[in-house]
């Protein structure tokens, strides 16, 4: 997770870095590793401090919490009290939006055992079988190792998470054995 801590009349010491850290740590755990990006504001006001948390979770669901105390160890755990509730809220969707699809998983999987053997061509008027594989995973890596990584497999392409961009990128073999890059527009 990318975290931007801001202080705003307030110096950003390491102690209160830890305990913005300790604060969300709870949070990253409750999400499995969901959370993409974070944005902690930090206010001192006169005689109160203001702790305004927003994170950025897979799926462009964004959480916010506000709290306010008069340390800022209370003001942050409102915030992070707040959150975890969208938390909450957020993981039941998620569990209750994989309980819904498991119905179409089956009928999915009897039409492709009912569907025609691999050796025979399809109708012209039908349209593609789409075949359904395993998770693919998405790691950080720079466009020169994802090189490396396709020319040493028999796989024909990569997906990778572009460290440098920090973007989802391609690379692929071409027909004349060159690799190609798909890089998303900005």
Do not use: C
Request: aromatic residues 4%; positive net charge; proline residues 5%.
């Amino acid at each position: 997770m990318r975290l931007e801590l801001t202080g705003r009349q307030v110096e950003i010491t390491p102690a209160l870095r830890r305990l913005v850290d300790r604060k969300l740590a709870k949070l990253d755990r409750k999400l499995k590793d969901a959370i993409v990006s974070g944005q902690v504001v930090l206010t001192k006001d006169k005689y109160r401090n203001v702790a305004d948390i927003t994170l950025h979770v897979r799926g462009d669901n964004i959480l916010h919490g506000l709290g306010e105390g008069t340390a800022w160890e209370v003001s942050l755990g409102q915030a992070a009290e707040k959150l975890e509730q969208q938390a909450t809220t957020l993981k039941g969707k998620w569990t209750e939006r994989k309980r819904r699809a498991t119905p179409g998983k089956v009928i999915a999987a009897e039409a492709l055992s009912r569907a025609e053997p691999a050796g025979e061509p399809a109708d012209a008027g039908q349209a593609p079988r789409i075949v359904p594989t395993p998770r693919y995973p998405v790691k950080p890596m720079t466009v020169e190792e994802a090189a490396m990584v396709v020319t040493d497999r028999k796989e024909a392409f990569v997906v990778f998470r572009n460290s440098v961009t920090d973007s989802i990128n391609v690379l692929y073999r071409r027909k004349d054995g060159h690799l190609g890059l798909i890089e998303p527009e900005s």
